[in-house]
């Protein structure tokens, strides 16, 4: 007769406490027992099961991180004996069952949310990998008939899975969006902790160039032929010499050069995205100068130059109320994920230890 485990999960990190005997209940890794079917139950949440299917899912996700946890953590190799062996009292076998069934646990609530919600009619794995096969079906047939269709062309499970909680959630937060209300501390609080990250206005930056300007390659070929590189280079020469870049620059702009020209720009108060890419560039330009530095001649895609690092200005923050609105679906995104967290934390779980013993990882 199979054990159950009954278990309530607690803590916004999902922490499974098991109520069993009055013990801390831990999954024991297994070198027995038979394989499990896909459609097997491993755990039951509020009385929808999760099948093998769905736990082998979330193992295969954290595969890659509890490699790497044991590797960094404890130097411990891949090899065959690798998810059973402990080090410093975890083992990994333990360690990604207990964080797959998180994972599971939590995706199920968001399904029994979602179906509650009117979203989705049928939560069961076997249905959605129905699912799945006619979306295959019907992409094949699209693809085929000379339609258009979005993303591969053929479903991995891995994807569809992900894609299906996707999709649930992001009908879910539009769905209880107004359940979620935001108040002035959301957003003053949202505000002060992402300040320094997202709000802080670039800063300032001037630069002076003495440059040769290209229209296209053929262009760029003649200056450089020309006497115009030559007049660069002399320039430079000059500088060499002693000569200062202000002076230099000041001659340039009083004589109005028609090859050698001499530009400023203020570079961070960007208008347009025109203005992003081509002052990206010169910042490239002066990354390694400090301020009152000059450049060695710099060849660009589309100039040749001399730049002066002239200074750089601190400016504070963008006001709360001009940044206000682009918060909206990130404080209900986090209010959502509050939620969900809420529903996992008052979910009644039931493992069937008798199977998620016979788990086992290669």
């Known amino acids: 007769m199979r054990k159950k485990v009954i278990f309530i999960l607690t803590g916004l990190a999902v922490l499974l406490i098991v109520v069993w005997t009055g013990a801390t209940y831990f999954m024991k890794s297994a070198n027995h027992g038979s394989e499990l079917g896909i459609y097997d139950p491993v755990a039951v949440v509020n009385g ?26 404890y130097g411990a190799l891949d090899s065959e004996d690798f ?5 410093g009292g975890e083992t990994p076998i333990e360690m990604i069952k207990k964080q797959a069934l998180e994972r599971s646990v939590k995706r199920k609530i968001q399904q029994l949310i979602g179906k509650k919600a009117g979203i989705i009619n049928d939560i069961s794995y076997h249905t959605l ?30 994807t569809y899975v992900e894609e299906n909680i996707r999709n649930i959630s992001t009908d879910l937060k539009e769905k209880l969006k107004n359940d979620f209300k ?11 902790s992402k300040k320094d ?48 870049f202000d002076e230099i620059y000041d001659e340039l702009v009083h004589n109005k050069d028609e090859t050698v ?39 660009d ?54 199977n998620v013993n016979k788990v086992r990882m290669r």
């Open 197 to 244: 990250e997202l709000y802080k206005l670039e800063d300032l930056k001037t630069v002076r160039a003495i440059m040769i300007t290209f229209t296209n390659k053929a262009d760029k070929k003649k200056k450089q032929d020309d006497a115009a590189i030559i007049k660069l280079e002399t320039i430079k020469k000059r500088m060499d010499a002693g000569e200062s």
């Open 301 to 354: 895609t589309d100039r040749i130059g001399i730049y002066k690092y002239m200074d750089k200005r601190e400016r504070d923050y963008k006001p709360l109320k001009e940044v206000k609105e682009t918060m909206k679906n990130v404080l209900r995104d986090i209010k959502y994920e509050a939620f969900i967290n809420q529903s996992v934390k008052e979910a009644t779980v039931e493992v069937i230890e008798e």
């Open 48 to 73: 929808e099961p999760i099948a093998y299917g769905e736990l082998l899912h979330d193992l295969n996700a954290q595969r890659s991180s509890i490699y790497d946890y044991f590797r960094i953590k």
């Open 182 to 192: 935001l108040t002035d501390q959301d957003y003053e609080d949202y505000y002060a």
């Open 261 to 299: 020209t001499a530009v400023e720009k203020v570079l961070g108060d960007f208008k347009t995205k025109e203005e992003f890419i081509k002052g990206q560039d010169w910042l490239k330009d002066i990354e390694n100068l400090r301020v009152g530095q000059v450049s060695d001649i710099v060849e």
């Open 129 to 158: 990998l129905d699912n799945m096969k006619k979306e295959n079906e019907r992409r094949k047939e699209t693809v085929k008939n000379k339609g258009v269709i979005y993303g591969p062309i053929t479903y991995e499970e891995a």
């Open 83 to 87: 998810w059973t062996t402990a080090h």
